[in-house]
């Protein structure tokens, strides 16, 4: 069973409703805090957190530094994506500074659980991540063990690619493997036509960077992912 999601924030994420959550990496690095502040205006509830080591990625984002001067700030729900050779190294770090979930990739270790022992310790919920070309029996060990699965749909380490549509079976099978109280999440690429095609397969969670960031009104483009991503859903 799952470990009760520990977190100060108002959002429990297992309440399954479409959720799209903006990626930080794609804001505009010298206005953090009003970027932030926008996307938490437009309705945003959850953020995520884009970290990368430039080791188990070729690029090197922010850290635990950054998360908590923005932490005071908001009342989202931070949803921080490990893409770091050493997750459970660093978990500690992250959940003080204030992720409310982290998310390590499963192609960075042979003992997943012992990750996930390390971030439930610090209370924080856990999410596990798989890489484009990563098929879903490498975490099917681990899935009653997390809340959240991240389906990559492009290649970690940086925002901006297309989105890969071979990825699409493996949501529809996720998608029939997790509980009612486990989030599916899909990250990169999504934007209006993607995001469509992303829920049409299953997801609830939906990462979009530049699509939001990227775009000449954030909020206006952060509420219309969500109506389409509704809009698949309901079918
Ligand atoms: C890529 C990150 C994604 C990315 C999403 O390594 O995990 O979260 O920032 O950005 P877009 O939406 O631009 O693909
Ligand atoms: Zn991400």
């Not at 530094?65 to 050493?86: C, N, Q, V, W, Y």
């Not at 991240?150 to 297309?162: D, K």
């Not at 549509?165 to 999504?190: F, Y």
Request: proline share 5%; hydrophobic share 45%; glycine share 8%.
């Amino acid at each position: 069973m799952n470990a009760e999601l520990n977190t100060t924030r108002a959002i429990d994420l297992r309440e399954k409703q479409i959720r799209v959550a903006p990626s930080l990496l794609a804001a505009d690095f010298a206005q953090l805090g009003e970027q932030v502040s926008l996307i938490e205006r437009a309705g945003a509830d959850v953020l995520h957190l884009d970290v990368m080591d430039g080791h188990f990625v070729p690029n090197i984002s922010f850290g635990p530094g950054l998360i908590a001067h923005l932490r005071p700030h908001s009342k989202m729900f931070f949803d921080t994506h490990l893409m770091i050779a050493e997750p459970a190294r660093y978990a500690e770090a992250f959940a003080q500074a204030g992720s409310d979930l982290i998310t390590f990739h499963i192609e960075v270790t042979d003992k997943p659980a012992d990750v996930i022992a390390e971030i439930r310790k610090h209370n924080c919920g856990v999410g596990v991540a798989i890489n484009p070309t990563t098929n879903v029996d490498a975490i099917e060990s681990v899935l009653p063990s997390v809340d959240l699965v991240l389906v990559m749909s492009v290649w970690p380490g940086f925002g901006g690619q297309s989105f890969i549509d071979d990825v699409l079976p493996k949501v529809e099978q996720l998608h029939g493997m997790l509980s009612h109280n486990q989030r599916l999440e899909i990250d990169g690429g999504i934007d209006p036509t993607t995001i469509a095609k992303a829920a049409a397969a299953g997801a609830d969670t939906f990462v979009a960077g530049t699509s939001i960031f990227g775009s000449p009104d954030s909020a206006e483009a952060y509420r219309n992912l969500c109506k389409c991503a509704a809009e698949a859903a309901s079918g």
